[in-house]
């Protein structure tokens, strides 16, 4: 599912017993010392989360940091609501959630009206509306449901999301509105059983999250059913606290367990990566790591050493400050600069921690002390604030993310950035219940040629149903993203069922005369030593050997049933996103110097692809389309005509781009369809 990642919001670092008396002896005592070696913890978690936000490849697993936080916070939670029921035999409600608006909402407000300000000055229209829409489920929130049902987590459109690491606030809020009631019924009515009845809760959750990550992973990563087993981990450690060790042996074996989950923990952020399932068997190793150190980093061993750094406690101090700013400022940074150095990185994780510090000490520490700020002003102010958000979020999205404040320049980036084909959905990522009039332009009497693929084919296909006023055909799609359009090779899809069923269509069909294959076949095939390891499908050079044989196999069938086949060439990737990249131009006041790769870079990029093409054109007679001989001379690829782009993000022609293809395919189609 890049990568932003989590973080949560917790209450002051406080530890625990495991005795009780009286009604209550089921349950642990709570004590009240400080732990600093916790907020050393969670300076562990939030460091990784920059660095791997910044693209640092050593920490690929940074983002489980989410899950460092989430057992932090289970822990802490948990023994704050026991203190209190130990002390007054009851909890206050009201109390709980008054400490979470002082802990979680200033800083919230703050950082989401500088960036509403950064928003205005520097995104394009699209990415301002998706920000104000980000912003209204972030203050009711439902960020989490919201980005569920809007994107996976570890695309790349999603570095250029402000809010996405709000999801996890809002996890957290969705999993607070539930615990303490149950938590608090269970000690009054059943204490004895407590215990039991969230480590059941914990495997339950655990069940659906391992379920998930290979069913829907998208909800399941954003999704409280499959997360709030972390939560549960770390209040399970309230009832589990082990003595001190009061000799040689006891102080080894807690030295031995702390270390042993802090390795675990380092293991996982340098060894797992954006592919491993999450939440999942993976997530095992973070989760169980930070218990070990909670139960076991006592005063006097290696890892309480070591967390209790004064360095790593400052910077676990300022943690949530420092989680909240780094994605919008990573993002903004991204928009403006477009390429970033390390050095520039770095700069800006150190600027991340500098406001986060001054967060801290002016707005975070300021509104946690009842005394200068009561209850009603934080309740009412806290209130205010969401309403606020909720407003300005909903305004942007009226507006359409307020075009007009752009200069003509911007502008056109922004129009070329929404030229994009209505019929994205409608015509493929979704299984029809029949494929006779599905997607279907021109008349249904005629000929048919059908346009098969992923997304590189959508706005082509788009802007040659334009073009079917005269001809002796009309078309129709069968286009899924990120599919590849034939066989999988070596694990289910969620298009396969749409793919068996078009491709059964097409082959009894008599009226699709011509299929033409538009396929980003980069992704599925490889790019050569431009892309081998961000290959979107992995498995290198025997995996592509697997998947033409395929590609051959299911060609042949469809000339043994008459179809005549078009195959489209690789559409030239860029490096950047291009709407994004003369967004950046304009801000920045640089010429408006001509975007593209160079032609050789294209054809090293699509080498792997093309010698198939040949491959297929020698032996099976199908024609070859190539969007190379149109968008590619005198040795560039262009990616603008003048300053309006030919693309809407890096990969993908919009329907400017698609306008110069159209002419030269309707050829080949036209020469395919009158042999």
Known sequence: MDSAVAFVADEGSQSCGTSGSGNNAALPVVRTEYRPEIDGLRAVAVIPVLLTHAGFTAVSGGFLGVDVFFVISGYLITTILLREFSKTGHVSIMSFYERRARRILPTLFVVTAVTFVLAWMIMLPKEFRDFGQSVVASGVFLS?????????????????????????????????????????????????????????????????????????????????????????????????????????????????????????????????????????????????????????????????????????????????????????????????????????????????L???????????????????????????????????????????????????????????????????????????????????????????????????????????????????????????????????????????????????????????????????????????LGCGKFCDENNWFGGGAERARGMEKIIQTEIEAYLEAGKEVVLSGQIPGMRSNIPHKLNAQALRGLPNDPVGIAEAEHGAQAAPSNRMLSTLERKLGVSIFRPSQTLCSDGFCKATDGVMPLYFDHGHLNGFGADKLVGPLLQAIDLSTSI
Request: glycine share 8%; charged share 15%.
């Open 354 to 524: 500098l406001l986060a510090w001054a967060s801290w000490a002016f707005v975070e520490a300021p509104f946690r002390s009842s005394v200068r700020i009561g209850r009603r002003t934080i309740l009412i102010g806290g209130g205010a604030g969401l309403a606020a958000m909720v407003a300005a979020g909903l305004t942007v999205h009226l507006a359409d993310g307020f075009p007009g404040r752009l200069d003509e320049q911007r502008r056109l980036a922004a129009i070329g950035q929404q030229s994009i084909s209505p019929y994205r959905d409608s015509c493929g990522n979704t299984l029809p219940q029949d494929f006779e009039s599905f997607c279907v332009f021109g008349d249904n009497d005629k000929s048919l040629v059908a346009f098969v693929g992923d997304s590189h084919g959508k706005e082509i296909f788009w802007r040659t149903t334009k073009q079917m006023e005269g001809r002796d055909y009309a078309v129709q799609g069968f286009l899924w993203n990120g599919c590849l359009p034939f066989a999988a090779y070596d694990e289910p899809r969620a298009c396969d069922m749409f793919l068996e069923a078009a491709k059964a269509h097409i082959l009894a069909s008599e009226n699709i005369s011509t299929v033409v294959f538009f396929v980003n076949w980069q992704a599925h």
């Open 144 to 352: 989490n449901v919201f980005f569920a049902s809007e994107s996976d987590y570890f695309a790349s459109v999603s570095a250029f999301k402000p809010f996405l690491h709000t999801w996890s606030l809002s996890v957290e809020e969705q999993f607070y509105l539930v615990f303490p009631v149950l938590l608090l019924t269970m000690a009054k009515f059943s204490p004895g059983n407590l215990k039991w009845v969230l480590a059941a809760l914990a495997l339950t959750s655990f069940s659906v999250g391992l379920h998930g990550s290979k069913t829907a992973p998208t909800e399941a990563f954003f999704l409280p059913a499959g997360r709030a087993w972390e939560l549960l981990a770390g209040a399970l450690l309230v009832f589990i606290r082990p003595a001190a060790p009061a000799d040689h042996v006891r102080r080894l074996m807690a030295d031995l367990f702390s270390l042993a989950g802090l390795v675990a923990i380092l293991l996982a952020y340098m060894l797992l990566e954006e592919t491993t399932p999450n939440p999942g068997a993976a997530t095992l190793l973070p989760v169980v790591g930070t218990c070990a150190i909670i139960l076991f980093a006592m005063p006097g061993t290696m890892v309480h050493r070591f967390l209790t750094m004064k360095a790593l406690i400052g910077i676990g101090l300022i943690s949530y400050s420092a989680y909240l700013w780094h994605q919008p400022l990573f993002v903004m940074s991204r928009f403006y600069f477009i390429e970033i150095s390390v050095v520039g990185w770095c700069v800006l994780i150190g600027i991340t």
